[in-house]
C-alpha cells in the first residue's frame, strides 16, 4: 500500500503530541518512585493494577477491566549474603541475588568447594563425581561480539534457567550463576530458574553473582581451587495467589470484532523499580491508546491495551488472556509488545507470513523521518506469543539494546535510568504502525487468511 500524505502528517500529528504533551513518562515516574518494584503477589503488583487501571479508565475508553489470572508468589525474603573463603578465616564478600524461583539455603547458609564451569554441556561431561557436594559456577559471559545484545543473553541465559535443576540431579549442593550482564559492576541480576522435574530433595538453591563478583571468584580458583564458597538466601515460594491482567479498548467503527493489541507486562523483579523491565512498556502502550484519543482518530477495529501479569515468574497472564480470548472466539488481527526496554526505538520485529511482512515493510519510507529503519522477521514478545495459534501478525518493538542489559533484572532498573525522548519516541513508534495496520487492515486481514 503506497503511503499516502495524510498518512506522512498522521504519524508526524502522532509524533508531536507524543514529545510534546505526552504521558508515558509521569506515568512510569508513578510506578517507578511510587510503587517500585512489582513482583508477582506483591502488595506492589496490586497497587499498580489499581493505578493503571484508575489511569485507563481517566482516558475516556470505552471499556476498561480486569482481568482475573492466579500467579505464582516467590518472596526474596533478608538480604542474601556470600563470601569466597581462601584459606580458614580469609573471607571477601561478594555481592549476590537469589534467582527467581529457588529454594532457601538452610538458616545457616551453605559453604562448599566451587567447581567452575562454562555452561551446561561442561557440567554433564565432568559428570557426577566431580560435582557432587560442591556448589558448581557457572560462568559463561555474554558475548560481547553480539551487536543485538539479546543474543548475547540467549546465549548464556540457559545456565540461569536450567543449571540448578541439572547440577542438582547430580548431586551439587548450590548454584552460582554469572550475572547477565555485559559489563563489569558490582549487580548481581537475578530472573527465573525452572527445577522442572527434580525432585524436591534434589533442588538445590541457586544466586547470581555480580560480574565483578564471578571474575573474582575465578582467579581466585585459579589461583587455588581448593576454595569455599558460602552463601545464604531465604527466599520462599507460597501457594498461588489471585492478580489480573489489566485491560482497555477503544471499539472500533468499523470492525469492532477485529482486535488490534498492544501491552507490556506490569510485573517486574524486585530489585530495581521495573522501570525499563516492563515499566516502560506498559507506559507506552498505554500512551498508543491516550494519543488516539487525543487525536480524536477513532480506528476503524477495536483497539485494545493489555498489561499482562507475571512474565517474569510464570507467563500466567499472557496464557490466561490467550485462553480466554479463545474461549470467547475473538480475533485478533495485530499484536504489539514493548518488552526490551525503553531505549531509542529501532523498529520492529515480525512473527507473521511472508506476504504481511511484504506488506508492512512497504510503510518503510513512512517511518524513515524519525529514523526507524529496523523491520526485521522473528521473535515479538514473551506475553503475546501465546496468541500465535489463533494467527495474528505478531510483533516486537525493537529500541536500541546495547544498555539493557546494564539494568536488566537488577537494582540499576530504575526510573533514573529512562530518557524521556527515548521513551516517547518509543510510544509514538508504536501508535504509528498501529495507525497503518487499523487504517490498511483490510489488506493484512486477508494476507493471513482472514481468519
Ligand atoms: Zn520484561
Redesign the pocket.
Known sequence: MAAQQNDVDMLRHLYNMALTRGKAYSWLDHLSNQIGGRLSGSVQAEQAIAYTQKELEALGLDRVWLQPVMVPKWVRGAAEFAYIESAPGNTTNVPICALGGSVPTPAGGIKAPVIEVQGLEELQALGREAVEGKIVFFNRPMDPTQINTFRAYAGCVDQRASGAAEAGMLGAVGVIVRSMNLRLDDYPHTGSLRYGDTPEAMRIPAAAISTNGAELLSTTLKLNPDIQFYFRQSCRQYDDVPSYNVIGEIRGSTYPEEILLVGG?LDSWDLGDGSH??GAGCVQSMEVLRLFMETGYRPRRTLRVVLFMN??NGLRGGRGYAEAAAQKGEKHLFALES?SGGFTPRGFSFDCTDEAFAQIAAWKPLFEPYLIHQFDRGGSGADIGPLKPQGPILAGLRPDTQRYFDYHHAETDTFSAINRRELELGAATMAALVYLVDRYGDALAVSTGGQ
Open positions: 507486562h523491565d516492563d512474565e517474569e518488552d
